[in-house]
Structure formats: structure tokens, C-alpha cells
């Protein structure tokens, strides 16, 4: 790689790996996988860097090579059957509810998700993509996205109750 | 419970912290990539050649063969397989099993033996990678093995009939990736259509998709609408370009048949009246033109109304004819291309059998091997397109 491009993609990699690996963490739900991830997907953007160009340009394709590789990783280590027992992790003792302890009994149950409900959740909600760019980043159809979506959020409420605060997209009419 | 998804999401990645990305690691990573791709090109080269000759070890290790190296085929490599030997141009390689379903990429061979083990063979040798499944009862022209040419990439079922996987094994890097099919079951539900470069194409019934998977990521692009998805049929890819049918009647030719770069925009091929496809339809490796052999029928087609067989070549762009100049009366079949430009057809004559390279689009033809009388007798006879044979 000429000087010029090493040094635009390092200056890539300072300002955005911090966010990557956070929707990384927030996708397989393992620190040390989340940065084996995002070390992958930066050798791959590496290689592809002269013709991405500009650094949006590249956070798309890097996040596309994360979303698609945790998705392969899932799909080999059938993570969705080793993690998903099917029911709620317990429920906080009543005079318990504190924030920490609801944000991490949540955080349980979005990890009971399918591995690709919980991606195209982190995708939307998390990193505020439209279902277009989810659906890019996903390497799937937009109505696969909203299925996902909607299907994800359906099992989240079976697991939290409706008292839950969702946000409004969620109630959107899902036709496909 | 008043936390709010997104801000759980929010809050979660940010109670935990990571170290920066290993720059150092990345640069090396990077450089080992181009090394390997620089390496990957010069032994598929040689490794070619050295499998022909059938000593790639000795050959890799003496520069007063290196003229050998650099020598073109002079039978413009076409292969076939009998028993445990592949022939490949004027040489031949004893495998150590016996070839039921065999298919060529850039490196070498991967064929299927009679206990459906899965093997690489190249320069360095013979190596098992796997197992498929058995061919399915009424399967006897069941393709097995799926790959391309002029890549370093082969395909093949994994798994059982209860549930497949699919499996990609790169000869550059003996390397083997699996992919899930959610449960799909062959030979309908779990289809490996093909391999173009580093894209796969296949049919995962239970997911309702026909995809094309870049091997490398993962990527995957939805082909055909899940309502389609069940119908599509795709015979061969090259370059981007599909032969499919995009609703194939079951077990049958592949009518009708279309070019294109996408389900969507394919262009129908015509065959003229009483005339159909076989499903050996393949692509040159620039999707220009298109190898079938087509049969001829007395009347409406009907398999016990057959009048002739021919081997054609079409240009995907025009639909104009190459005609071949093949010995008459024959019956050809075109098996795969050599290049963009090369196509090995087999020829038989009464109960002679020769394979042909064929020049497109003059369609001079040169005779590469004859195959022996007793090649041809008894169905042993094993071509390069990953279909099986039956004893």
C-alpha cells in the first residue's frame, strides 16, 4: 500500500474502529470476538482501501465485511442453539429494578435473540441505519430486514413484557 | 421498566472496553494477501503443468525443466477420467481411486470416488477433503462436483440427506469453507448450481433463496424472489453471465433457457421447432458464448422420439450458430472450455471415441486423444463436469 493510502487508512481506523467495535460487541456479544472481528474486517478494507476512497465509503464496506463474517461465524458455531434456551433469563426480584440491573437483564434477552434478529436490531436502532442500508449491510433484501426487525422485537416483548419502551418504528405494519 | 432499546444498546457498548485494532498485524495480514495472490498466480500456472506431467514435485525443484513449464499443451489440455487414471492431455495421473464425478479448475482436479470421499488433486498430490452424499436413486446424471476452470474454487454437497451443507474448497490454498443450509435437503432442497471466480450460486430450499455467495466474506445477494426461488434453475456462470431456466419444469431439459447478468433481465435462447437442451449447458469463461448439446425430435419432444443429437456453440449476444467441424456422422457432446476461445467436445464414431478442442468462433476442431474402445464400453468413461457415472 503506497504511504498516502496507509496513512488515510490509519487515520480510518483511529476515528472509527472505537464505533465499530462497539456495534461488533453489540452483534456477537463477546469483547474478545468483537475485536477479532473488527481485526478481520480492517484487513479486508485494508486490501480493498484504494478504491474505496472516502472514509463513508469505507465504514460501509468494513461494517458490511463485520455484519457478513459475524453472520458466517454465527452460522458455524450455530451460536443461536448453543445460546437461545428459549426463555427469559430470570426476571429481577421486585425493589431490585435499578437501572444497572434492568439495562443488563435486557442486555440477556437481546442476547437470546437469533443471531440475525439481533443484527438487524443493532443495525437499525444501534447505528441508526435505514432498513436500506441495513439491508446492504446485511447483504439481504429490505423486507428480509423488516421481518427480521419486526420478528426480533416480537420475541423481545414475549421475553421482557410490554412495558418495555420500544422505539416507535417498531410498531410499523411489517407486510413482508 | 422504563429503559428504552436503543439507549440499553447505547449503554451496553459503552460499559465495556477494547483494545485498538493490532495496526502492525493489519499491514502484515495485508502483505501476507498479496504474497499469497502473486504466489497463488505463479504455481496455479505451474502446478498445471506439473500435473500433467504427473512429477510436480521433482518439476518445481529442476530449473532444466522449466522449458517444460513454459511449453503450451499442444493437445490444449482436454481431460476425461477410467477407473483411477485421469487423463489429461498427452499424459496421464493415477489418482489411487477409482473417478466416479471429476471436475478441472486452474490447479488441478477434485474428484468423487465409488465411497463418495471428495478428493483434491494437484501438483502436490492427493488429498481427501470430504464427503457427499450418495447419488440419489434416479440420479444418474446427478452433478456432484461443481467448479470454475479457470479459478482455483470446487463445490460440492456435504452433509446428508436429512440436512446438506455446502461445502468450497480453494486447490491454491487447500482450504475448505462450510456453509449452512438451515436443514435443506438434497437433491432438490439444497442445490449447488456453480462457481464463478469467488462467487457461488446455489439453491437453499429453506430459506426460500437462490444466492450468490462471495465465498471470501460471506456477502450473499438474493438472485430470486422466495415465490421464484423453488423454480429457478441455473445451469452455468461465467463472468457474471447466468444460463438459467426460470421455471423449470423438474427433471427435464432446460427450457426455456435464458442469458443474462440477472433473473430478471435474461434473454430467451430459441432452439428452432422440435428441438431442446440438454442440461449440459455451459458458459465460456467470458460468458460469450454457450456449449449444449441439443437433441432433435421427430415431433413434439418426447425422450423415445429422438431423431439427432448435435454439439453446438451459440454466441450468447447475437444467438448466432458456430458450426463445428466435427467427422460426420458423430455423436458429439461439448464437455468444457479450455479458455475463452476452446472447447473440448467429445466425439464418437461407431464405438470410437476421440476428444476434440474446438477453435471459436472459426469451429475448426483438432483432435486431442483417442480413447480406447475399452474406455467407452461399460459407462466408465468420467467427464470433467462434475456429473456422476454409473457402473
Redesign the interface.
Known sequence: ?AAQN?TSF?EF?AAR??AL???A??MVGD?GL??DL??EA???T??AWPRLRDPGAAEAYTR??IT??A??WF??RAWSAERSSGHPPDTPAPGH?D?VT??AW??QC?LQLPPRQRVA??LR??EDLSEAQTADAM???VG?VKSQVSAG?TK?RSL??D?????PE?HEVVTS | MTETLKSVLAQQAASVAFKPPDLEAIARDHNRNIRRRRVTTVLATVAAVAVVAGTAGVLLGQPSRQADVAEPLSTGGVSWAVGSTIYHGSDTIDVGHKVKAMVRTSVGFVTVDDANNVYSVTGRGVTRIGQTPAVPADGTDYVRLVSDPQGTLAGWIGGDYSGAVLKVHDQATGQTRTFDTDGAKPPYGAVFFAIDDRTAYWRIATRGAVLAVDVDTGAERQLASSSEAHTVEIWSVENGVLAFSPNHRSNDNPVPLRVGRSIADGREITFGENAEPTGQVVLSPTGEWMSYLLVEFNGPPQQDDVRAFAAQVRDTRTDELVTLNLPQPSFAVPVVWLDGTTVQVLVIIGQDGNMYACAIPEGSCTAGRDIPRAQLEGNGLVLPNGRSVTD
Open positions: 500500500m496507509w490509519v481506523v474502529s472505537s467495535q462497539r456495534a460487541y453489540l469483547v468483537a475485536q473488527v481485526q480492517l484487513v479486508k485494508c486490501g458490511k465485511v457478513t463474517t453472520m458466517a452460522r458455524r429494578a437501572g434492568e439495562r435486557l442486555w437481546l436490531i443493532v436502532y444501534y447483504s439481504c433484501a428480509t422485537l423481545l421482557v413484557g412495558e418495555i419502551m420500544l422505539p417498531s
